[in-house]
């Protein structure tokens, strides 16, 4: 049987948020997982639409970055944007 070959196999304390809120035309329900991993970003979950990204403040300017990510609107994304920016530093 062949050796399995990982390119790395690291166990790590995380912080978990879960949070839900009503934007104007739909609800969220997310995970926010943070962890020295990304580089001081965070790993978002939204769990209704099983999508996820890792996100930092640069991310959150980046013009469409949500809405390709989340597969959001841009009025759906600008109020997970609204949220994100009061949390995500």
């Known amino acids: 049987m062949n050796e399995r070959f990982f390119l790395y196999d690291d166990t790590t304390e995380t912080k978990t948020r879960f949070v839900s ?3 104007e035309r ?6 926010i997982v943070q962890t020295d991993r990304f580089y001081g970003k965070y790993l978002v979950l ?3 639409s099983n999508r996820f990204a890792i996100i930092g403040r640069d991310d959150l300017e980046e013009p ?7 597969r959001l609107s841009e009025e759906d994304a600008n109020d997970l944007r609204s949220f994100l920016s009061e949390f995500v530093g």
């Open 46 to 48: 939204d769990m209704q």
């Open 21 to 23: 809120f009503l934007g």
């Open 64 to 70: 469409g970055y949500l809405e390709y990510a989340y």
């Open 26 to 31: 739909q609800r969220f329900d997310l995970a």
